[in-house]
């Protein structure tokens, strides 16, 4: 059974960095699609970051230049790497798999997987 696990979520201050990990089990990494999303108290899902199945990745233009995904398929773990964090970089990241759709506007498909998140606080 596909199961996604988050965690390095904390609290920091602006410019700090913070690096998220995502343990993933029940698929191999070179058949499915993986992302970072993110829901702050009042607004609506964000997606971060996706990376595909070929290694392609898509950023949010928010995050563009600061945050850097990978993958570390040994360890079929995900990573979000986060520098110069922003007081709105503030939210719940939750990760995401797909063996066949997976976008950073919409999420996963109908065969997709969500982890429970971990949140990220930062402070001016």
């Known amino acids: 059974q596909v199961q996604l696990v988050e965690s390095g979520g904390g609290s920091v201050q602006a410019g700090g960095s913070l690096r998220l990990s995502c343990v993933a089990s029940?698929?191999?990494?070179?058949?499915?699609?993986m992302g970072w999303f993110r829901q702050a108290p009042g607004k609506e899902r964000e997606g971060v970051a996706i990376i595909d199945s070929d290694g392609t990745t898509s950023y949010a233009e928010s995050v563009k230049g600061r945050f850097t995904i990978d993958v570390d398929s040994a360890k079929n773990t995900l990573y979000l790497q986060m520098n110069s964090l922003e007081p709105e970089d503030t939210a719940m990241y939750s990760c995401a798999a797909d063996p066949l759709v997976l976008g950073l506007r919409t999420g996963p498909g109908p065969l997709g997987y969500w982890g429970h998140g971990t949140q990220v606080t930062v402070s001016s």
């Open positions: 029940g698929f191999t990494f070179t058949t499915i699609a």
